[in-house]
């Protein structure tokens, strides 16, 4: 095992405030997460000044790094609500800001914003030389271009002792890294401003000339032959697989990676947990028999998210290239948390799907060196006017009685039958 103050970073996309709080919880040592702009995730629950100033206190409670996103790409006209922009959020004392522009990295530093920067995947730094500019330019940090082999990586390290940190788990684009201008054609709405609508991912059938209300499916997949899949018809022919670099950790903790990140503050609650805690285990165990051990569980864990099938070779780098012909995999379904445990069998239980009495459920938690995940049985649910009830909704938290011992932030999950509930 590497000592502990060698371990690589576990790096986790927070979405707003209650998935930032679980993912640390549940084992991120940094988490990322943008305010109302100049961040590549226009869609998500971007952070209040409010929000941002409960963040940070609570990362700095639970030993956790902040990293602020204004990792946009700066036209021209935006340069003034870009310095108003960072006037407003300068006064938070985050342990590093992410970039891409290097006009944002000049404004930040005329700004008096002494926070490290950290260079976003967005540059596409692929060598040695290009971190060597950067770190020239005051950057402390640069997160690898996506497109970087495990080979290349050996060699750059090789060359510096920069901070560098790579992607490790989560969605790819079929462009260099988000430089792709498909979803700015085809829906006017711009990847490289944080407005993505994912048309790589969507649907295609095929149109003849002269027949335009018949659409030809294209067999991509066979969605009976596909467990755990979406049953959907059509073709994804643009969209590529998610990465999933679990069973690849012992070597980019050998090559010198400072930082692992995962991708997705568009992702659940569910997600940000579950994969924090699967990689922040397989860091520490790397270069152990456990970690061999341990494998299993953490692959089966990754694939209970919600995924597209699961690549670690970008470039055929170990052979196993290929499309695999599946959709969108979904395994589990996350039903809700525990916001406040304590009392033995009964918890306080936020819902994010239906929690019906008398079903049986899993209960994932942190891992802290056991896995203490458990399947417990609903026994009772008691809704916020003391209300028997005989399912806990969406948006509900109810106190929830369990047929054994249920500890704080527990999350719960129903497995799916074939992608889909019931
Ligand atoms: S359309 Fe697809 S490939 Fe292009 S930026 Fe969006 S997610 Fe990436």
Redesign the pocket.
Known sequence: MMAASRLPEIVAPAGNLEKLKMAVRFGADAVYFGGGGFNLRAQADNFTPDEIAKAVEFCAGHGARTVFLVNSFLHEAEIPAAREYIASIQRFPFDAVMVSDPGMLLLLRECGVTAAVHLSTQMSTLNHLAIRFWRGAGVSRIVLARETSLEEIRMIRDHCDAEIEVFVHG?L???YS?R?L??RYLSGRD?NRGD?S????WHYTLVEEKRPGSHLEIAQYNPVASPGGRSVAGTEI?SSKDLCLIGRIPDYVSAGVTAFKIEGRMKSLYYAAGTARVYRDAVRLAGTDEFTRRLPFWKEELDLVSHRPYTEDLFNEFGSGGFRDLPMVQKALFLGYAVSAGNGRTAGVKAFNPIRRGETVECIYPIEGDIRDATLHVERIVDGDGLDREMARPGETCRITFDRDVLAHGIFRRRLVDGTDR
Do not use: F, M
């Not at 994912?198 to 991912?201: A, N, Y």
């Open positions: 969605a684009c079929i462009s988000g792709c498909l979803s990847a993505c994912h048309p790589c991912r643009l």
